[in-house]
């Protein structure tokens, strides 16, 4: 069965450092990839998103993430953070099921 | 605009007082879901529609009803509320299931007491 795995509960980081949240799936084929952010309070927003082709996607607000098969991982990466991205992340996994399954969640927490 | 809207945000109510929770999309997205979202948990899927009279259980499904009458709207019933619902519920909807993004609604926190 296709599972997805955050195993970083909480990060914090200093605002303009570099930022990677990890995200390992388990699927047997390539899976659909996603990575979406919740503001407090909010919904969930598509960051970016990963089906085939290049292995570098690029989302919005400056987020990047790699697909990586040989290691089972899509981690999200940010080359300098800004105190709007305090949030919380969640990776997703879609197969050929006609559902995603959720990772449970890395929260981010930025100091000025 | 496009979006997904949910009614109620908040609700405060007591065990086994049947309850619905509206979901409405203007996007004419043949997918809507609802999910529920647990701390430590992540977002897990309760019941989902592929299209108008199709729906299928998620992975959490039990103790939850839902209906799909028109595209639009995809309503979230729980007949006999019990404690361990409370929880923060989304609904989203797309055009395809997977290969396009999910529209989140801003969601609804149910607290059952």
């Known amino acids: 069965a296709q599972s997805v795995t955050q195993p970083d509960i909480h990060i914090t980081v200093s605002e303009g450092a570099s930022l990677e949240l990890r995200c390992n799936y388990s699927?047997?084929?390539?899976?659909?990839l996603f990575w979406y952010v919740q503001s407090p309070g909010q919904g969930l927003q598509l960051l970016l998103k990963?089906?085939?082709?290049?292995?570098l996607v690029q989302g919005i607000k400056g987020f990047e993430a790699e697909f990586k098969r040989s290691q089972s991982s899509f981690n999200l990466r940010k080359p300098s953070v800004h105190w709007s991205d305090a949030a919380e992340y969640f990776c997703?996994?879609?197969?050929?099921?006609?559902?995603?399954?959720f990772g449970t969640g890395t929260r981010l927490q930025v100091f000025p | 605009e496009a979006q997904v809207t949910q009614n109620p945000r908040y609700l405060i109510t007591v065990t086994g007082k049947k309850l619905t929770v509206t979901c409405s999309q203007n996007?004419?997205?043949?997918?809507m879901s609802w999910y529920r979202q647990d701390p430590g948990l992540g977002l897990r899927q309760i019941y989902y529609s592929m299209n108008v009279e199709v729906t299928d259980k998620g992975d959490v499904p039990e103790g939850y009803k839902v209906s799909r009458k028109e595209k639009r709207n995809f309503p979230l019933i729980l007949e006999s509320p019990s404690p361990n619902q409370t929880s923060l519920y989304f609904c989203?909807?797309?055009?395809?299931?997977?290969?396009?993004?999910?529209?989140f609604g801003p969601g609804t926190r149910l607290t059952v007491l």
């Open positions: 996007m004419n997205h043949e997918y």
């Open positions: 997703a996994v879609g197969a050929d099921t006609d559902k995603l399954i």
């Open positions: 989203a909807s797309s055009s395809k299931p997977l290969r396009r993004r999910q529209y």
């Open positions: 699927y047997g084929a390539t899976p659909y």
């Open positions: 990963y089906f085939s082709g290049d292995t």
